[in-house]
Every structure is written in C-alpha cells, then in structure tokens.
C-alpha cells in the first residue's frame, strides 16, 4: 500500500465551485506540505504542517485553504475555482527526526490532476 | 535565502551515451540538495540525496551526483542512457532549517528524452 494517498487522482469541475483535495499518510510523519506543478515551474508550495495545531502560508498560498484534521490527513480546499488553479497538486511529508540528516527528505503523493473549465 | 537553477530545460541523448543534467544552487546554509524524477503521469520519486556526507552521491538506476561547493553545483550524471530514463528531473535544495518555510526548494525541471 502507498504511504501517501491523494483523493481523487483527477478532478474537472467548473469555476467558482468549491473543491477538496485530500491527502493521507500512514508514514506518521508530523510535518505535511501541499505543492502545486505547472509546466516549466516546476513545483510551488502552498501550505504547509509541522503538526496538527500548525498551519503555515507558503508561497502560492492565495485561492486556498487546508485543514490539518489529524496528523495523518491534510486536506487542500479552493473555496471557488478558477481557471488559472488547473494544475496537478502534490502531497508530501517529512519527518524532522529521521537520522542522518535525512529530516529534510520528502515522501510525495502520486499527485491530484485538478482541471478548472 | 535558497535557490536552485537548472541549467537546461530539456536535454536529448541517444540511448547508451551519457547522461549530464546540470543544476547549480544558492544557499546561505550548508545545503541538502536532492534529485528526484518524474516519470511522464507519475508522482515524484528521489532519485539521490546529499546531506554533507561524501560528496559523490550514488542513487538508483545507475545515477550519481557530485555536490562541488566552489562551483555551486550538484550536476546528476550517468555512464549510458537508457529508453526507461526518459522523464523530468528536478534538483532540489533544502537548507539547515529546511528551507525558509521548512519546504524544499525546486528547480523548474530538464526534460530528459532518449532517442533509439
């Protein structure tokens, strides 16, 4: 079973609708992040977690919204679609105590292809 | 603050010769820097890491890096391309902190395409 799921894996809905990306982990990692990918840009930071009660604006961060519902779920909101919001969308996490140095790798989803007609 | 530039957005080689993607980065802190891969419809997988340990870092599918901190750079190599190689590369950095915001920092991808 992957450690990282994302729901659903394709989405095309209309502008101005209201939309959730869900995100789940069974690698019991406290920190969790939500990128963005477009073509030629290669992934942009939206959010991110370093634990349950912390929420943190990343650098594309308008248009959206998360909830950190559990240490395992994290979920991507657009309150009311756009065009410019079709993309595909990417949940990771990480865990700062991995040894080695290591706490900085991410473990990534297999990713949300969201269209916005 | 954190930057990563890769040099070339799309790089064409014949199968069997070498493979060069080139990334040079900027950081203020001791640097992780990472390459991970894309495969066309597919999540990203870490391809290798460098965190400050031996500076030729060995990865899957053959590949390497060398992080040289003079030239700022981390290129990813290997001796002979193969058709299953063809996909999107990113180098990525993070530094002593994570990154300013505890993320990872990424390049906008090479384009990796094998010709027979």
């Known amino acids: 079973d992957a450690d990282v799921t994302q729901t659903p894996r394709n989405r095309i809905t209309k502008t101005g609708k209201r939309i959730m990306l869900e995100c789940s982990q069974t690698k019991g990692h406290d920190r969790m992040y939500w990128y963005r990918q477009d073509p030629g840009l290669g992934l942009r930071l939206i959010y991110y977690s370093f634990d349950v009660k912390d929420i943190n604006k990343g650098e594309i961060s308008d248009g959206y919204s998360v909830s950190r519902q559990a240490q395992a779920k994290f979920s991507l909101s657009l309150e009311s679609a756009i065009p410019n919001q079709t993309a595909l969308y990417f949940c990771?996490?990480?865990?700062?105590?991995?040894?080695?140095?290591?706490?900085?790798?991410?473990?990534f989803g297999p990713g949300t292809r969201l269209t916005v007609l | 603050a954190q930057s990563v530039t890769q040099l070339d957005s799309h790089v064409s080689v014949s199968e069997g010769t070498p493979v060069l993607l080139r990334c040079n980065y900027s950081?203020?802190?001791?640097?992780?820097l990472f390459w991970y891969v894309q495969h066309p419809n597919k999540g990203l997988q870490l391809l290798l890491k460098y965190t400050s340990a031996a500076t030729l870092v060995k990865g899957i599918n053959g590949f390497e890096a060398e992080f040289k901190k003079s030239e700022t750079s981390f290129h990813l190599t290997k001796p002979s391309a193969h058709m299953s190689d063809a996909a999107e590369y990113f180098c990525?950095?993070?530094?002593?902190?994570?990154?300013?915001?505890?993320?990872?920092?990424f390049g906008k991808g090479t384009k990796l395409s094998v010709k027979p």
């Open positions: 990771a996490t990480s865990d700062p105590g991995l040894a080695g140095g290591l706490g900085n790798e991410q473990f």
């Open positions: 990525v950095v993070s530094g002593e902190h994570g990154g300013s915001q505890g993320n990872l920092i």
């Open positions: 950081s203020s802190y001791s640097p992780s």
